[in-house]
């Protein structure tokens, strides 16, 4: 989801004396609580004195920019205010010796110009190679609603006759067809599956994405889903679909209920990973899982008070301007409690940071969303999984949460399950955590897999 714990996504417009000595690129790696991340910091010349970006390769992270930087006397120094983050270091010897703060924790980080060496991605086995045996075309659909042309990709059993047919709806953020992170093309392998065994699959890139039209940054969850309807009623139209259903990974695990509770005509569901509670309730969770995760101990994982705070404003039935000036009361308040509260950064930056992320349409209804008052009105067959070690949408709560919503539906035609020892993507893994994606050599549990597709042919 959007709010993964990741420690270092942002980059630095970089404010202060120009040094040739500190120009170029620097390599370190910080041990995030048992957890090793590979950074490069890049520094450059510009008009205001240093451009400074920042690059956390493990976690898919490039490019980002920055609020403030210096450097002086031997001093290099940043603040990123939006994660409550600072580094403040000393150059010697050509290296720079620091220390990397972020909301409580810290670490030492360590930069030198050599580049670190970071373990390669393993190959993704399951990952399909031409030619395929099954008819693939590219296809584009109308969002009319929106104004929009979304494209994507068809996949047909090269066989004659009729077929399921399903509509691949991703997770949050901006997602190509193949919803492609670190490494990994989930809804390729996942196609590819259901193709070459009697189903006709539509995955398609999410607007303003690839090669779909559209804003993505100020659309919803909702929009979204309209976006998924254009699809199913483009599938809906195809002679050789005899059903069409969603299946919906993550946020798309949202979409999916939604979309259904709009176009009654929707055959099937099934939710991948996806959340029976609300969004407010699910971030908490999520943050305390990562940690988790990543080794610290459940003492410690406490979600901060300020941030409990943030999400209340959210749901507080005010309008923007009203919440804008409470965030600049709550950021004073923690300031006057605690000088160094912003780990280097103002309280200006501070309130830039967090309206950008907090006060976006997307992240304002999410928080807000309760998935459960769409499950409640769906009565046609619905399949949820999960898996155990999820930190992102924790199983036991969520499954749960959406075996009681489709109960009080009166629905007789759901099932869920929950498999051991698999993440997120749902992939074999350790621990769940996040860090762990990209060095896994599975990009789809087979036995999932599998299971989607008994469970499709049995309608």
Same mark, same amino acid.
């Given at each position: 989801?959007?709010?993964?714990? =990741?420690?270092?996504?942002?980059?630095?417009?970089?404010?202060?004396?120009?040094?040739? /000595?500190?120009?170029?690129?620097?390599?370190?790696?910080?041990?995030?609580?048992?957890?090793?991340?590979?950074?490069?910091?890049?520094?450059? #010349?510009?008009?205001?004195?240093?451009?400074?970006?920042?690059?956390? &390769?493990?976690?898919?992270?490039? /490019?980002?920019?920055?609020?403030?930087?210096?450097?002086?006397?031997?001093?290099?120094?940043?603040?990123?205010?939006?994660?409550?983050?600072?580094?403040?270091?000393?150059? #010697?010897?050509?290296?720079?010796?620091?220390?990397? =703060?972020?909301?409580?924790?810290?670490?030492?980080?360590?930069?030198?110009?050599?580049?670190?060496?970071?373990?390669? %991605?393993?190959?993704?086995?399951?990952?399909? #190679?031409?030619?395929?045996?099954?008819?693939?075309?590219?296809?584009?659909?109308?969002?009319?609603?929106?104004?929009?042309?979304?494209?994507?990709?068809?996949?047909?059993?090269?066989?004659?006759?009729?077929?399921?047919?399903?509509?691949?709806?991703?997770?949050?953020?901006? *997602?190509?067809?193949?919803?492609?992170?670190?490494?990994?093309?989930?809804?390729?392998?996942?196609?590819?599956?259901?193709?070459?065994?009697?189903?006709?699959?539509?995955?398609?890139?999410?607007?303003?994405?690839?090669?779909?039209?559209?804003?993505?940054?100020?659309?919803?969850?909702? /929009?979204?889903?309209?976006?998924?309807?254009?699809?199913?009623?483009?599938?809906?139209?195809?002679?050789?679909?005899?059903?069409?259903?969603? +299946?919906?990974?993550?946020?798309?695990? =949202?979409?999916?209920?939604?979309?259904?509770?709009?176009?009654?005509?929707?055959?099937?569901?099934?939710?991948?990973?996806?959340?029976?509670?609300?969004?407010?309730?699910?971030?908490?969770?999520?943050?305390?899982?990562?940690?988790?995760?990543?080794?610290?101990?459940?003492?410690?994982?406490?979600?901060?008070?300020?941030?409990?705070?943030? %999400?209340?404003?959210?749901?507080?039935?005010?309008?923007?301007?009203?919440?804008?000036?409470?965030?600049?009361?709550?950021?004073?308040?923690?300031? #006057?409690?605690?000088?160094?509260?912003?780990?280097?950064?103002?309280?200006?930056?501070?309130?830039?940071? +967090?309206?950008?992320?907090?006060?976006?349409?997307?992240?304002?209804?999410? +928080?807000?969303?309760? &998935?459960?008052? %769409?499950?409640?009105?769906?009565? =046609?067959?619905?399949?949820?999984?999960?898996?155990?070690?999820?930190?992102?949408?924790?199983?036991?709560?969520?499954?749960?949460?959406?075996?009681?919503?489709?109960?009080?539906?009166?629905?007789? *035609?759901?099932?869920?399950?929950?498999?051991?020892?698999?993440?997120?993507?749902?992939?074999?893994?350790?621990?769940?955590?996040?860090?762990?994606?990209?060095?896994?050599?599975?990009?789809?549990?087979?036995?999932?897999?599998?299971?989607?597709?008994?469970?499709?042919?049995?309608?």
């Amino acid at each position: 989801m959007k709010n993964l714990v =990741i420690f270092l996504v942002l980059g630095l417009l970089a404010v202060g004396l120009v040094a040739s /000595d500190i120009e170029g690129q620097w390599y370190g790696v910080l041990d995030a609580m048992g957890t090793q991340l590979t950074l490069v910091v890049h520094v450059n #010349k510009s008009d205001t004195g240093l451009s400074v970006s920042l690059d956390s &390769p493990d976690q898919g992270a490039f /490019d980002i920019a920055a609020d403030n930087a210096s450097f002086s006397d031997g001093t290099f120094e940043f603040s990123i205010g939006s994660i409550m983050a600072s580094y403040k270091g000393t150059l #010697k010897d050509g290296v720079i010796e620091g220390i990397f =703060i972020q909301s409580g924790f810290e670490a030492p980080l360590q930069l030198s110009r050599e580049e670190v060496e970071r373990k390669p %991605y393993p190959e993704k086995y399951q990952e399909p #190679k031409e030619p395929y045996p099954y008819l693939q075309e590219e296809v584009s659909f109308v969002n009319e609603k929106a104004g929009i042309t979304l494209r994507g990709t068809l996949t047909i059993p090269q066989v004659k006759g009729k077929f399921p047919a399903v509509v691949l709806v991703s997770g949050s953020g901006p *997602q190509d067809r193949n919803e492609e992170l670190l490494g990994h093309k989930p809804f390729l392998v996942l196609s590819d599956y259901l193709t070459r065994h009697g189903i006709m699959v539509l995955r398609y890139d999410d607007r303003g994405t690839a090669e779909s039209e559209g804003d993505h940054s100020t659309a919803t969850t909702h /929009d979204f889903a309209d976006d998924a309807l254009a699809a199913v009623a483009f599938l809906k139209k195809h002679p050789q679909a005899s059903m069409v259903g969603i +299946i919906g990974h993550s946020e798309g695990g =949202i979409i999916a209920p939604i979309a259904a509770t709009k176009d009654k005509d929707i055959d099937f569901l099934v939710l991948l990973a996806g959340s029976g509670v609300r969004g407010r309730e699910l971030l908490i969770q999520q943050e305390a899982d990562i940690k988790r995760s990543m080794g610290v101990s459940d003492e410690e994982v406490v979600t901060a008070e300020f941030d409990l705070k943030l %999400y209340n404003l959210v749901l507080e039935d005010t309008d923007l301007e009203t919440k804008q000036k409470r965030l600049e009361e709550l950021i004073a308040e923690e300031f #006057k409690k605690d000088p160094k509260f912003g780990s280097g950064a103002t309280a200006e930056q501070l309130k830039a940071g +967090i309206e950008a992320q907090l006060f976006s349409p997307w992240m304002q209804n999410f +928080i807000r969303m309760d &998935p459960s008052e %769409y499950l409640q009105q769906l009565t =046609i067959p619905v399949f949820a999984v999960n898996g155990s070690s999820d930190t992102q949408v924790a199983a036991s709560v969520n499954l749960k949460a959406i075996s009681d919503a489709l109960t009080k539906a009166g629905n007789k *035609q759901f099932k869920t399950k929950e498999y051991p020892k698999l993440n997120h993507l749902f992939q074999t893994c350790e621990t769940g955590s996040p860090n762990e994606y990209a060095q896994i050599a599975e990009t789809f549990n087979e036995e999932v897999m599998s299971d989607i597709v008994k469970w499709i042919m049995e309608r």
